[in-house]
C-alpha cells in the first residue's frame, strides 16, 4: 500500500471521534485551522499540523483535515477565510497548502479554480459550448463576407479557354489552336432534354432538388491538395459549372477552393436550376477540343445538339467523363492504354450504364432505350482544318510527349486544354516536308487502288527522323492526313520490323558473346566469348537450330525449329555453308542470326535491344528463335531513335519531340539533353561498319547517298505483310515502314495484309519502296550539310565456330569408320547435314516447319539484292496474334512509361 494511504494511528483518549469532537469543539468557538494555514512544508503531507493557535492538531488523514477545514459552525461550508494559505502565494513561506479562492473573477475559467487535480484541466461545459458558438459564428461571418463578396459566373466572358501556340524547331509559328475557337454557346431550349437527364443520371441524380453543393466532395478535394495532388472536380453539376466557368483561375490553392464553393452557394440560392444546366452543358469538355454541347456535337456527329438523339446524348455524357479514354478514335499519342479498340468498349459500357439509369430514374422510356444497343457511327476526331496534313500528327506527338512526362513538364491535360501555353518542338519545317514529299512521290508512281484494288488498297507508310547528337525529333510522317487518318504510323501501328531487329542480335553478341557450349547454364552464362563480326555461322536454308550447348530446340509442344532463308536460298560453300556474319547481314541471312541469337541467349538480345532505346513493351516473342528476326513491333520513332544509339557511338538518347514550354508567367518546361552509354564505341562503331556493307553491297544499295557514308538495315516480315529499311548517316538516323492495314474502324478483325502484287511487285520488301523513300528524303534532307565519315572500327572479339585447317582425305587403314561407312566419300552429303526435306518433297515429317513454324514464306529477289528479312513469327496460339500482326498487342509507341 502507498505511504500516503497508510491508515494513521489513532490518538489516545477517546480514537477518532474524539479527534473529530476536538476539532469541531465549540467551548471556544474556535474553527481548526485549514492544512497548510502555517505554511510549514510538513503541513502539506498532514504530519505535525499544528493549530492557529499553536495547539497541535490531531493526527488523521488528509480527507480529514479537508473535511474538518470545510465545516462551519453547523456543518456548513464557511466562505473563503482571507487568512487561509495558498499553493502559489501562502499567508507564511512556500508551503504547497491549497490555493485560495479569489474573489477577482476570470473571462475564461482554465484551468478551473476551485477544481483540483484533473478535475482542475475538464473545461466546463459552459466553455465548450461558449468556444463552439464562437467558432461557428466566426464562419458564419467569413461565409457571410465571401458570399457577398463573389458574383455569378458570366459563361459569355469567363469560360473562354485560350489557344496554345505551336513553333517549328527555328522558332516560326507551326500553328495556333486551342478552345474558344470551337465554342458556341446555345440555349437550354435547343438542347435535347435527353442530354439534360443523361448527365443527371449518370453525374448527379438529385440536381433537381439539392442546394448545388458536396461538401464530402469539397473536403475530398482539399484533402487531395493537401497531400500535393490534383484537386478533383465538384460532385454536383452546380460545382461543376462554377468550375468550368472559373477558367480563369485554375490555381491549385485552398483561396481558390474557398472562392469556387461561396460561387457554387451562391449559384445554387440565386440561379434557377435551368441556367445551371444551360450553362454547364455550354462549358464542359467533350473532347476533340470541343468546348460546349453544339461544338461536341458537331465534332462527333456532324450536326446540331438539338438532333441529337438518345444514344447519341448518352454517349456525349460518357466523353464528360474524359474523352481521352472514352474517345472511340483512340489517344495513343497520350496514353498508350487508350488505344481505339479499348476505349470503344469503354465508351460502349459507359454509354449502356446511362441509358439504364435514365429508365431507372424515370428519363427514358425503356422501348426508346432498348433501339440503343450499340455506339452511334462517329465523325472524324479532327474537323479543325489547322490539323490536317502532317501538323495533327506533330501536334498529337507534342502533347503525347508532354502529358506522359507531365511530372518533368509540368503540364497537365487540364492545363494543356486550358491554354496559354508556348510549346516550342523540334520539329524542322524543311525535313517534315521533304519526308512527306518522298513518300508521296513512290505512293503516286506506285500505288494505284482503282488499278489493282486487291493488292493496293489500304496500302500505309510511316517515317521518323532523329537526331544522334541530341535525341530530337525532327521529322515524321504519320500518314495521308491526320483529318482523315487517325494513327500516327510514325508512333505505333503494330507493324513487325523483321531483320531489321538482327544488328541488336549482333550488338548484344560483341557485348557478352556466345556461351560455351561444354559448361553448364549458370557457368555459361559467366564465361562467355566475345563474337567479331569474322565470326563463322551457317548459312544454309532451312537450318535446324539448337540451343547454345549443341542440342535441338524444341518449342512447347516439342517440335523442333527450321530456320529458312529468304528464297529458300542457302548461302556459303558446301559442305558447312559457313559465312561470316557481316556477309549474313549483308545479304539478310536469317538462320546465321537465329543461331547466333540462340549461342548468345535471347535475354542479351531483348537487353541489347533495349540499351539502344526500343521500349521493352514493343518486345514480344523472346521464348522463340524468331525473336531475333524482329517478330517485334517498335515504331519508326524508336527505331530510327536506336540506330541513333549506334550513329552516335554506343550513346543512348531518348527521342523528344518539345524542347520548351512557356506560359504568361514564364518557362515551364526546357529539355536538357542527357546519354548514356548503352555500348561501348568499338561495339557501335563495329555494327555501323557491318551495317554499311549492307548499303555498299547488299540488300540496301538503294538506300546509297551522294558523297555520304550510310549504314543501315532492310527488313520484312513473315507472310509479306509489312517492309522496312532503318538507316543513318553520323547527322541523322531515319526510319521507314510500309504495310497494308484497313483504315476503316468499322471493319471487325482488322489484320495486316499480305503484299503480294502490291505496287505490281510480286513482293515488297525493305530494299524497295522503303529504302526508295529514304534515299529521296535523306537527299534533301542533308542538303547543304558538309558529309561526315564514321569513325574507323577497332577490332573486337574473337572469331568463333572457325573450322580446322583440312587435313588429307584419310586413308583406309587411318580410320575404320571409312571402311565401314557405304558412302564413297567422308564428306556428308546436304541431306545428312540437316533432317528436313528438300523444297519439292513434301516436307515430312516437319510440314509444319516448311510451311509456318519454319518460316519458309515465299521470298524474292528485288532491285536491291536478295532482302532475307522475312521472319518467321511464332506460332499464332502462342504469340497471341497470327503471323504479321499486332503480336501480343504490344504497340511500340514513343510515349509510352516515362519517356518519350
Given amino acids: 500500500m502507498s505511504e500516503h494511504r497508510r491508515k494513521p494511528p489513532q490518538p489516545q483518549g477517546g480514537g477518532r471521534a474524539a479527534a473529530r469532537r476536538g476539532q469541531s469543539g465549540s467551548s471556544s468557538g474556535r474553527r481548526a485551522a485549514p492544512r497548510g494555514a502555517t505554511g510549514s512544508p510538513s503541513d502539506a503531507y498532514g504530519s505535525g499540523s499544528y493549530g492557529s493557535g499553536g495547539e497541535e492538531r490531531p493526527h488523521g488523514g488528509r480527507a480529514e483535515a479537508r473535511r474538518a477545514a470545510q465545516r462551519g459552525g453547523g456543518g456548513r461550508r464557511r466562505a473563503a477565510d482571507p487568512g487561509r494559505g495558498s499553493r502559489r502565494a501562502g499567508a507564511a513561506g512556500p508551503g504547497r497548502g491549497r490555493a485560495a479562492a479569489s474573489d477577482r473573477k476570470r473571462i475564461i475559467d482554465y484551468p478551473r479554480a476551485g477544481k483540483y487535480g484533473w478535475r482542475r484541466w475538464v473545461p466546463s461545459w459552459k466553455l465548450v459550448s461558449g468556444l463552439c458558438l464562437g467558432f461557428f459564428g466566426s464562419l458564419v461571418a467569413v461565409a457571410g463576407i465571401g458570399y457577398a463578396m463573389v458574383g455569378v459566373p458570366d459563361v459569355a466572358k469567363t469560360a473562354k479557354a485560350q489557344n496554345n501556340v505551336y513553333y517549328w524547331s527555328d522558332r516560326t509559328e507551326m500553328v495556333s489552336t486551342g478552345g474558344e475557337t470551337n465554342r458556341q454557346i446555345i440555349n437550354l431550349s435547343q438542347i435535347p432534354k435527353n442530354m439534360q437527364y443523361a448527365v443527371i443520371s449518370q453525374e448527379n441524380k438529385t440536381f433537381e432538388t439539392d442546394s448545388g453543393i458536396d461538401p464530402k466532395g469539397i473536403a475530398r478535394a482539399v484533402f487531395n491538395m493537401a497531400r500535393g495532388g490534383e484537386t478533383q472536380g465538384g460532385s454536383t453539376i452546380t460545382q461543376q459549372y462554377v468550375k468550368n466557368a472559373m477558367l480563369d483561375d485554375q490555381s491549385q490553392t485552398l483561396t481558390r477552393k474557398f472562392k469556387e464553393l461561396f460561387v457554387s452557394i451562391k449559384v445554387g440560392t440565386s440561379v434557377p436550376k435551368d441556367k445551371i444546366m444551360e450553362g454547364y452543358l455550354n462549358t464542359a469538355y467533350y473532347g476533340r477540343s470541343a468546348f460546349g454541347i453544339q461544338a461536341a456535337a458537331r465534332a462527333y456527329f456532324n450536326k446540331d445538339a438539338i438532333d441529337l438523339d438518345a444514344g447519341e446524348c448518352a454517349f456525349l455524357a460518357a466523353m464528360l467523363k474524359g474523352a481521352t479514354y472514352y474517345d472511340p478514335a483512340g489517344a495513343t499519342s497520350i496514353d498508350p492504354a487508350a488505344t481505339p479498340e479499348a476505349n470503344t468498349k469503354r465508351a460502349l459500357r459507359q454509354m449502356q ?15 426508346e432505350r432498348a433501339k440503343h444497343t450499340g455506339l452511334p457511327k462517329v465523325e472524324n476526331p479532327r474537323a479543325n482544318r489547322a490539323l490536317s496534313g502532317q501538323i495533327g500528327y506533330l501536334v498529337d506527338l507534342a502533347n503525347g510527349y508532354l502529358l506522359n512526362n507531365s511530372e518533368k513538364t509540368g503540364v497537365t491535360e487540364r492545363k494543356l486544354r486550358e491554354g496559354g501555353l508556348s510549346i516550342y518542338t523540334t520539329f524542322d519545317k524543311k525535313k517534315v516536308d521533304e519526308l512527306e514529299k518522298a513518300v508521296k512521290k513512290v505512293q503516286k508512281a506506285n500505288i494505284d487502288p482503282k488499278k489493282r484494288p486487291k493488292t493496293d488498297t489500304h496500302v500505309q507508310f510511316g517515317g521518323a527522323s532523329v537526331d544522334p547528337a541530341t535525341g530530337a525529333i525532327v521529322a515524321i510522317y504519320g500518314g495521308e492526313d491526320a483529318t482523315k487518318h487517325f494513327t500516327n504510323n510514325a508512333n505505333e501501328t503494330g507493324a513487325q520490323v523483321g531483320s531489321t531487329f538482327k544488328p541488336f542480335v549482333l550488338a548484344a553478341a560483341m557485348t557478352w558473346g556466345v556461351r560455351d557450349p561444354d559448361l553448364g547454364p549458370t557457368q555459361a552464362q559467366d564465361e562467355r566469348t566475345l563474337v567479331s563480326p569474322k565470326s563463322l555461322y551457317s548459312g544454309k536454308n532451312k537450318l535446324k537450330i539448337k540451343n547454345y550447348d549443341g542440342s535441338i530446340w524444341h518449342n512447347d509442344k516439342g517440335e523442333e525449329w527450321l530456320q529458312v532463308n529468304d528464297g529458300d536460298e542457302t548461302y556459303g560453300d558446301p559442305p558447312n555453308h559457313q559465312i561470316d556474319l557481316r556477309e549474313a547481314m549483308q545479304f539478310s541471312v536469317n538462320s546465321a542470326y537465329v543461331q547466333l541469337g540462340m549461342d548468345v541467349g535471347l535475354d542479351k538480345v531483348k537487353e541489347a535491344a533495349v540499351r539502344a532505346g526500343v521500349l521493352e513493351t514493343s518486345l514480344a516473342g523472346i521464348d522463340y528463335p524468331s525473336f531475333s528476326l524482329g517478330i517485334s513491333d517498335p515504331s519508326a520513332i524508336r527505331m530510327a531513335g536506336s540506330y541513333a544509339t549506334f550513329a552516335a557511338s554506343g550513346k543512348q538518347r531518348d527521342p523528344y519531340s518539345v524542347q520548351k514550354v512557356t506560359d504568361k508567367d514564364g518557362t515551364l518546361y526546357e529539355h536538357e539533353v542527357t ?75 482488322r489484320t495486316f495484309l499480305e503484299m503480294y502484287g502490291t505496287g505490281d511487285q510480286k513482293s515488297i520488301h525493305g530494299a524497295s519502296f522503303p529504302s526508295e523513300i529514304w534515299h529521296d528524303y535523306m537527299e534533301q534532307a542533308l542538303k547543304g550539310e558538309e558529309p561526315k565519315a564514321f569513325p574507323e572500327p577497332e577490332p573486337i572479339g574473337e572469331v568463333v565456330n572457325e573450322l580446322p585447317t583440312p587435313t588429307p582425305t584419310p586413308t583406309v587403314t587411318e580410320t575404320e569408320e571409312v571402311e565401314e561407312s557405304p558412302s564413297p566419300t567422308p564428306t556428308p552429303t546436304e541431306s545428312e547435314v540437316t533432317p528436313s526435306p528438300s523444297a519439292s518433297d513434301t516436307c515430312e515429317p516437319f510440314d509444319w516447319n516448311c510451311q509456318d513454324t519454319g518460316g519458309t514464306g515465299t521470298g524474292g529477289t528485288d532491285t536491291g539484292g536478295t532482302d532475307g528479312g522475312v521472319t518467321t513469327s511464332p506460332d499464332p496460339t502462342e504469340s497471341g496474334g497470327e503471323n504479321g500482326n499486332n503480336g501480343n498487342g504490344n504497340g511500340g509507341g514513343l510515349f509510352q512509361g516515362t519517356t518519350g
Wanted: net charge negative.
Fill in 675 to 749: 546519354a548514356e552509354q548503352a555500348f561501348t564505341a568499338k561495339v557501335a562503331d563495329n555494327v555501323t561498319d557491318v551495317l554499311k556493307t549492307v548499303v555498299d553491297d547488299g540488300t540496301g544499295s538503294n538506300a546509297q547517298l551522294t558523297g555520304r557514308e550510310v549504314a543501315g538495315k532492310t527488313g520484312t516480315t513473315d507472310g509479306n505483310k509489312s517492309a522496312w529499311f532503318v538507316g543513318y548517316t553520323p547527322q541523322l538516323s531515319t526510319a521507314i515502314s510500309m504495310f497494308r492495314y484497313p483504315d476503316d474502324e468499322n471493319i471487325k478483325n
Fill in 353 to 367: 450504364d446511362t441509358l439504364d439509369k435514365m429508365v431507372e430514374y424515370g428519363h427514358l422510356d425503356a422501348a
